[in-house]
């Protein structure tokens, strides 16, 4: 991989929670007391189904509201309202909800350039230039996977699509990607690329926010962990003072142990 300039930071932190509460249906189904993710902190967002991860990253997109309160519940780069295309400009996501959507026959380099429309390829109402096609491609270099720019994207292996959607979330150049399950689906082989990928954006300076229920993704630039449980943090600090069989028991309400291996943490149940 080569490197790619990153260069949209701040001095004020990327996302700041204050008594965020979501209601969905009269029911309160998450209650962030308070969270400050900086600009330049690698963040791992770990819990069971139901605990509130889907929830937050979609806060932290806009795609949810939190409940109105006299003082601003989040605050986005110090700022209670900023336009919904300044957030995608300096955000990019990949999830693996976002692959299941892709359901037409495309070259994997026109789903990476939907990255500059918001969709998964080009609006029919939308021409891309040669410019931008070209900065399409080389996207695509830099994470290695220039040789399935003309492939068909419903012919690519669940992993080599998931780092077509990694391209796609580069196009713009953004600080900070949110990785929701990025390797959800994947076999041994893809879960590998992918990690390694999150490692080598990582090390070039993107901020990373994952999202995950295995400690496994947790790849080892990442050291913060936020525990969710039941639409609240449970926990939030440094991986290895969280990352233990009483607490990842406690959290996944299952008889857990945790080991550490080169840097990577996983859990095995006890039988």
Not at 82 to 93: S, T
Not at 94 to 110: N, Y
Not at 115 to 137: E, R
């Amino acid at each position: 991989m080569t490197t790619m300039p990153t260069d949209k930071r701040t001095d004020q932190p990327l996302l700041i929670f204050s008594e965020a509460v979501v209601v969905r249906s009269g029911k309160e189904i998450l209650h962030v007391d308070s969270l400050t993710l900086p600009e330049n902190e690698h963040v791992a967002l770990l819990g069971p189904n139901g605990s509130g991860k889907s929830t937050l990253i979609k806060l932290i997109t806009r795609e949810i509201f939190p409940l109105h309160r006299e003082h601003p519940p989040v605050l986005f780069q110090g700022h209670e309202r900023i336009p919904l295309v300044e957030i995608k400009k300096h955000i990019g996501i990949v999830s693996a909800s976002m692959q299941d959507q892709i359901a037409v026959h495309l070259p994997a380099i026109e789903v990476v350039c939907g990255g500059f429309f918001g969709s998964l390829g080009v609006p029919q109402n939308y021409v891309a230039d040669k410019q931008t096609y070209d900065q399409c491609y080389s996207v695509m270099e830099t994470l290695g996977i220039e040789d399935l720019a003309r492939r068909d994207i419903l012919t690519l292996s669940t992993g080599q699509a998931r780092r077509v959607l990694f391209a796609r979330a580069l196009v713009h150049d953004p600080a900070v990607l949110v990785l929701d399950e990025p390797c959800s689906g994947l076999d041994p082989q893809g879960m590998h690329y992918v990690r390694q990928t999150m490692r080598a954006l990582a090390q070039m300076g993107k901020t990373i926010i994952l999202v995950s229920h295995y400690p496994e993704d947790i790849v080892p630039e990442i050291d913060r962990v936020v525990l969710l449980k039941d639409g609240r943090i449970f926990a939030d600090g440094e991986k290895k003072q969280l990352l233990t069989n009483d607490i990842m028991s406690e959290l996944f309400e299952a008889p857990l142990q945790v080991t550490c291996r080169n840097g990577y943490y996983s859990l095995v149940s006890e039988y």
